[in-house]
């Protein structure tokens, strides 16, 4: 059964590669054979984390600056990528704008639904959407073409549950000046749920699965009373430690989940059960 798990080799593009999850996806990938692309907005940040990829699980490792919002980039990304290793097999939709709205100490009114930026839904939607759907049509249609391969959107538990707004609250301030977690969050990460099930069908015969995964939230040194707060809605009691949904990719993008395809695994230490 381990071999269902075996990545040896496999070429695995990862966008929001420099990111905090990115990075992780990274390593998992690379613990298991495989061979990151680590895809970032920021060059610098990207080659750094991809050298720390080969240093710690000597695995090689790319690291590429991207704009994902940009067909062009995209195309860049899997011509690039096909020039060093020669192949592609997995890509990892993870790139997001994420506001952390309990570190705000100003401009709070701005997340408010009432007041929200167009430009702010423009950028988030761009970002952890069109994105999504560039880097799925340019590099999903290599895979197709291929016949075969493996797409995994990273969503959050936000995909299936509402935000508790009450958790972001600050005592002091009226109403309409307490932050909020943003309307584009639950927009994007729902809209790659639906966009996991389209492609899912989609090229079904052509050997290309395709899932989603949702992760809750993630230990990272954040202010003990928002972390309290949010504990208080998860069964388990705690936060997911930055290592912990490493397996579950694995499984995801491996041979493992070979016969599954459409579905949104959601891993939330139970907070959608409440």
């Known amino acids: 059964m381990r071999d269902a798990f075996d990545l040896t080799d496999r070429v695995a593009v990862i966008t929001g590669g420099a990111g905090l999850l990115g990075v992780k996806h990274a390593e998992a990938i690379a613990e298991r054979g495989g061979i990151p692309v680590l895809v970032d907005i920021a060059a610098d940040r990207a080659a750094n984390a991809a050298q720390g990829i080969m240093d710690r699980c000597d695995r090689p490792a790319l690291g590429l ?61 761009a970002v952890g959407l069109t994105g999504a759907f560039l880097c799925s049509q340019v590099i999903g249609s290599k895979l197709a073409e291929q ?4 797409i995994l959107n990273i969503a959050s538990d936000l995909s299936v549950i509402a935000p508790d707004q009450r958790i972001y609250r600050q005592p002091g301030l009226p109403d309409e000046q307490q932050p909020v977690k943003p309307v584009t969050y639950s927009v994007v990460k729902a809209g790659l749920v639906g966009l996991t099930r389209y492609l899912s069908t989609y090229w079904a015969d052509h050997g290309v699965r395709v899932n989603a995964l949702s992760p809750g939230g993630v230990a990272n040194n954040q202010d003990p009373a928002f972390v309290q707060r949010l504990t208080n809605l998860i069964p388990m009691g705690r936060m997911a430690s930055q290592d912990e949904y490493k397996a579950a990719v694995v499984f995801l993008v491996s041979d493992a989940s070979a016969y599954m395809t459409g579905v949104n695994l959601v891993m939330d230490g139970g907070r959608t059960v409440w």
Not at 94 to 114: I, L
Not at 147 to 150: E, L, R
């Open 65 to 125: 600056g991207a704009d994902i919002t940009r067909p062009d980039a995209v195309a860049d990304v899997l011509a690039r990528t096909l020039d060093r290793f020669g192949r592609v097999d997995i890509l990892i939709n993870n790139a997001a704008n994420n506001p952390k709205m309990e570190a705000r100490d100003e401009g709070r009114e701005w997340s408010r639904f009432e007041q929200f930026p167009v430009n702010a839904w423009d950028q988030d939607i």
């Open 147 to 150: 016949g075969h391969g493996v």
